[in-house]
T-cell receptor
Framework: GAGVSQTPSNKVTEKGKYVELRCDPI?????LYWYRQSLGQGPEFLIY????????DSGLPNDRFFAVRPEGSVSTLKIQRTERGDSAVYLC?????????????FGPGTRLTVL | KQEVTQIPAALSVPEGENLVLNCSFT??????LQWFRQDPGKGLTSLLL?????REQTSGRLNASLDKSSGRSTLYIAASQPGDSATYLC??????????FGQGTRLTINP
């Protein structure tokens, strides 16, 4: 597809469960970002990949959150032992240029609800 | 720590009016500034990107300006239309990798 895609669009889970959220960036974009958006707030940075490596994971809230991008394209955000406070929209973005210089293009997001 | 503020939080204007949305940031050492539009329940659509060396960018009825020294950006929308109703987010490129977002301005254009 032409844009960033994310699956699933909605995920409902129970407290304590494990979830995986997938992001498929724009073809050829080497930079990939994950953000989290709570209701009524702007998105907050979680992690940045340049190629296969996580160049900056300073926004991950704790060690229950982990993300991978094994082949430098698709990325998966993994959340262990989910808590109700993890409920939010998780947004993925990609950029052609590295180092924050390029325009970031966002996917539609995954709405995570932890019951 | 970079902080981004958008004022007002909500704005309602009649169709056809020109309007200005404001964004301020605390640290002038930015790489770029990006304006986004977000429709309810949707992702972010990029409107304009201004690099730190630029003063403004234009796209159609939209014009964004950047004044790094004062830590301000404005988004000017000309001849507003009901389809412009959405939340507008300002984000600054900080620390070479990430965007730091404001909380957004919820814009309503009344027919």
């Amino acid at each position: 597809g032409a844009g960033v895609s994310q699956t699933p669009s909605n995920k409902v889970t129970e407290k304590g469960k494990y979830v995986e959220l997938r992001c498929d960036p724009i073809s050829g974009h080497t930079a990939l970002y994950w953000y989290r958006q709570s209701l009524g707030q702007g998105p907050e940075f979680l992690i940045y990949f340049q190629g296969t490596g996580a160049a900056d994971d300073s926004g991950l809230p704790n060690d229950r959150f982990f993300a991978v991008r094994p082949e430098g394209s698709v990325s998966t955000l993994k959340i262990q032992r989910t808590e109700r406070g993890d409920s939010a929209v998780y947004l993925c973005a990609s950029s052609l240029l590295a180092g924050g210089l390029g325009e970031q293009f966002f996917g539609p997001g995954t709405r995570l609800t932890v019951l | 720590k970079q902080e981004v503020t958008q004022i007002p939080a909500a704005l309602s204007v009649p169709e056809g009016e020109n309007l200005v949305l404001n964004c301020s940031f605390t640290d002038s050492a930015i790489y770029n500034l990006q304006w986004f539009r977000q429709d309810p329940g949707k992702g972010l659509t990029s409107l304009l990107l201004i690099q730190s060396s630029q003063r403004e960018q234009t796209s159609g009825r939209l014009n964004a300006s950047l004044d790094k020294s004062s830590g301000r950006s404005t988004l000017y929308i000309a001849a507003s239309q009901p389809g412009d109703s959405a939340t507008y987010l300002c984000a600054v490129g900080a620390g070479a990798q990430k965007l730091v977002f404001g909380q957004g301005t919820r814009l309503t254009i009344n027919p």
